[in-house]
Structures are given as C-alpha cells and as structure tokens.
Nanobody, 127 residues
Framework: QVQLVESGGGLVQAGDSLRLSCTVS????????MGWFRQAPGKEREFVAA????????DYAASVKGRFTMFRDNAKNTVFLQMSSLKPEDTAVYYC????????????????????WGQGTQVTVSA
C-alpha cells in the first residue's frame, strides 16, 4: 500500500521560510514523478511544483517561481519543498502527489495525472 505523509507545515510570518517534506512508503520513489499542490480556503486545489522521475527537470507555478524549490532524495524516499519569502497568499493546505511513470524527464502538472496523494499539511503565513 502506497502512503505519502507530508510534514513541516506551520504558522510563520511573511518573509519567513519553511521546508515541507513528503515521505513515501510502500513504493520506491525512483519510479515516480512527484508534485506539490495546495488548496486555500474556498479555492480549488492548484499546482505548485513538480519534479521528474529522474530529478533533472522541475516546473513551478508562476506564483511561486523564484521563491520555492522542489527537490528529491531517493535514498530517503522523500521529496521536499523549500519555501522562501513566504506571503500571506501562500496560506493553504499543501499536498504531495505521486505519479507512476517510465519517463525520467516528463513533468506532470495536472491533478488528474497523479496516482497517489498525501493527507496534506497546513501552512499559514501571517502578514
């Protein structure tokens, strides 16, 4: 059974940094593309970042580009989302997602692309 567990969320002030983690069990991360999505209150879930199976390709939503960095540690079966210069509009529940894939370079940015999801971790940024 594949499980994804996010951690690292919390309450921070605008301008602060946070690092989210997503640890995968039940499947090796080496065969998977990974993504981060978020959902703010009253809004639809949206794409934040994704990394290819091989780790060499990443993509980011325009709203976080230059502030967020996604990377993976296959040895730890964990992906990370390093968030800097946080803004109140970054407040949301952050979800990681796993995509079973053969390609080592393809990036997936649509929710429907992903096969497994975590339960989410709350990030709150105060002004």
């Amino acid at each position: 059974q594949v499980q994804l567990v996010e951690s690292g969320g919390g309450l921070v002030q605008a301008g602060d940094s946070l690092r989210l983690s997503c640890t995968v069990s039940g499947r090796t991360l080496r065969n998977s593309g990974m993504g981060w999505f978020r959902q703010a209150p009253g809004k639809e879930r949206e794409f934040v970042a994704a990394v290819s199976r091989g780790g060499g390709s990443t993509d980011y939503a325009a709203s976080v580009k230059g502030r967020f960095t996604m990377f993976r540690d296959n040895a730890k079966n964990t992906v990370f989302l390093q968030m800097s210069s946080l803004k109140p509009e970054d407040t949301a529940v952050y979800y990681c997602a796993l995509k079973l894939v053969y390609s080592t370079t393809t990036i997936f940015t649509a929710m429907n692309d992903y096969d497994y999801w975590g339960q989410g971790t709350q990030v709150t940024v105060s002004a």
